[in-house]
């Protein structure tokens, strides 16, 4: 199916753990970008990337880490879990008509 | 550099009724603005885009907005209000077309449809 899928829909880890959630768009959109969304801060800049291969800090990006070796993928890294990264996460990608964002990841860290 | 107010946090309509969803905004730039839903466990869907062509702007599912540059606001309205237009609903603005991350999006409002 076309568009922008994420997985796992639903995750719990815990505390400590390194956790990776995956971006996949069939479209070969240029931008992608991770969000966060969390009750009172909307919505949430974590990391975006501009093409394969070169990617950027958004505002909360720390604990995060991010890699695009193919222009369709682009998967989110936690490297060790914390309870504040409790939240559902957003990937999206963009072209002049808009972004298009994913179904979400509602992760929950223990 | 561009920012987005959106009054109110809460809606509540009858089914049936006008729906009114505030947006204000702040552009250094001519701006291009943005309407999203977001429905319970989805992500964001695009509901229409201004893109300076027309003042108003009709989108998906029967809603529709104006810019007024004099009010600096892009309001989404709906005539009638139905129980499946219950959602979040998004504003978000930016200062160019391109694909660049520089989307910023309002607070939100969650729009409440009484039967």
């Known amino acids: 199916d076309a568009g922008i899928t994420q997985s796992p829909r639903y995750k719990i880890t815990e505390t400590g753990r390194q956790v990776t959630l995956m971006c996949h768009q069939t479209w070969s959109h240029s931008y992608m970008f991770w969000y966060r969304q969390d009750l009172g801060h909307g919505l949430r800049l974590i990391y975006y990337s501009a093409a394969a291969d070169i990617t950027d800090k958004g505002e909360v990006s720390d604990g995060y880490v991010v890699s695009r070796s193919k222009t369709e993928n682009f998967p989110l890294t936690l490297e060790s879990a914390t309870r504040s990264q409790t939240s559902v996460y957003f990937c999206?990608?963009?072209?002049?008509?808009?972004?298009?964002f994913g179904p979400g990841t509602r992760l929950t860290v223990t | 550099a561009q920012s987005v107010t959106q009054l109110g946090s809460h809606v509540s309509v009858s089914e049936g009724a006008l729906v009114l969803l505030r947006c204000n905004y702040s552009s250094s730039v001519p701006p291009y603005l943005f309407w999203y839903v977001q429905y319970p466990n989805q992500g964001l869907q695009l509901l229409l885009k201004y893109t300076s062509a027309a003042t108003l702007v009709k989108g998906i599912n029967g809603f529709e907005a104006e810019f007024k540059k004099s009010e600096t606001s892009f309001h989404l309205t709906k005539p009638s209000a139905h129980m499946s237009d219950a959602a979040e609903y998004f504003c978000a603005v930016s200062g160019d077309m391109d694909s660049s991350y520089k989307l910023i999006f309002g607070s939100g409002t969650r729009l409440l449809v009484r039967p």
């Open positions: 999206a990608s963009n072209d002049r008509g808009g972004r298009y």
